[in-house]
């Protein structure tokens, strides 16, 4: 009876115990890895959050460059204009001394 027992602890129990410790372990591993991949899934949710900020900043700004390089261009639009009106008085009073 005693080399039954012995026997089913050494072909049987043992090995349980042995792959419920590593499945344990493991358990123990991926938590781990699910944690630190947590963590990092939150850091770069804040430093997409932090580029998405900049982009829009960033578009932002261009469409205000955009606006003002439009009103620049009717600024020397109407510079070029109010040059010729000039150019014309000036000779028309030429004319007329």
């Given at each position: 009876?005693?080399?039954a027992i012995l026997n089913w602890i050494v072909k049987v129990a043992i090995p349980l115990i042995t792959f419920a410790f590593v499945i344990?372990?493991?358990s123990k591993d991926n938590e781990r890895r699910?944690?630190?991949i947590e963590q990092d899934n939150i850091y770069q949710n804040k430093e997409m959050e932090k580029i998405n900020t900049?982009?829009?900043n960033v578009e932002n700004n261009y469409a205000i460059l955009i606006r003002v390089e439009e009103q620049l261009k009717t600024l020397f639009k109407q510079n070029e204009e109010i040059k010729q009106e000039v150019k014309q008085a000036t000779s028309n009073n030429k004319h007329i001394d």
């Open positions: 009876m005693e080399d344990f372990n493991k699910i944690t630190k900049r982009l829009v």
